[in-house]
């Protein structure tokens, strides 16, 4: 996964910022789409960013597209500002970029996660006094 990270001047984001970002559903492929979503940094943290600016952290690639998420740093920043501007309206180029590439970014639970849950399910009810916990099991 690619992560692209873009200042914007507050005065060249012509639409409202509302909430702390957007996903984009794998069905705006067809609309021109290639993010999966973006945080709007600044509005979560506002120390992040100077007062006049926004900060937009933008996701690239994932299990959606590898490829996509190893192109270059000009590929990846055109593909985040085009969709930031279908969203928000830019009036201008970003005033900073920064590029993180994350080969195994979010964990991605497999079709057959629910069969790991179950043997989790029987181990602990065959081993008394064992008992688990984390992200993935509760």
């Given at each position: 996964?690619?992560?692209?990270?873009?200042?914007?001047?507050?005065?060249?984001?012509?639409?409202?910022?509302e909430?702390?970002?957007v996903?984009?559903?794998?069905?705006?492929?067809?609309?021109?789409?290639?993010?999966?979503?973006?945080?709007?940094?600044?509005?979560?943290?506002?120390?992040?960013a100077?007062?006049?600016?926004?900060?937009?952290?933008?996701?690239?690639g994932?299990?959606?597209n590898?490829?996509l998420?190893?192109?270059?740093?000009?590929?990846?920043?055109?593909?985040a500002?085009?969709?930031?501007?279908?969203?928000?309206g830019?009036?201008s180029?970003?005033?900073?970029?920064?590029?993180?590439?994350?080969?195994?970014?979010?964990?991605?639970y497999?079709?057959d996660?629910?069969?790991?849950?179950?043997?989790?399910?029987?181990?602990?009810?065959?081993?008394?006094?064992?008992?688990f916990?984390?992200?993935?099991?509760?």
């Amino acid at each position: 996964m690619s992560i692209i990270i873009t200042a914007f001047k507050k005065q060249d984001v012509k639409r409202p910022l509302e909430g702390f970002g957007v996903l984009v559903p794998s069905k705006e492929v067809k609309n021109g789409f290639q993010t999966l979503g973006t945080l709007f940094s600044s509005n979560m943290f506002p120390d992040r960013a100077p007062t006049d600016q926004y900060l937009f952290t933008t996701f690239i690639g994932g299990s959606r597209n590898r490829k996509l998420a190893k192109s270059q740093l000009k590929d990846l920043q055109e593909v985040a500002v085009n969709d930031l501007n279908k969203i928000l309206g830019l009036g201008s180029d970003p005033l900073s970029v920064k590029h993180i590439y994350w080969n195994e970014a979010f964990p991605l639970y497999s079709l057959d996660y629910n069969s790991v849950i179950a043997a989790i399910d029987r181990m602990g009810k065959s081993l008394p006094g064992l008992y688990f916990a984390g992200v993935g099991y509760l």
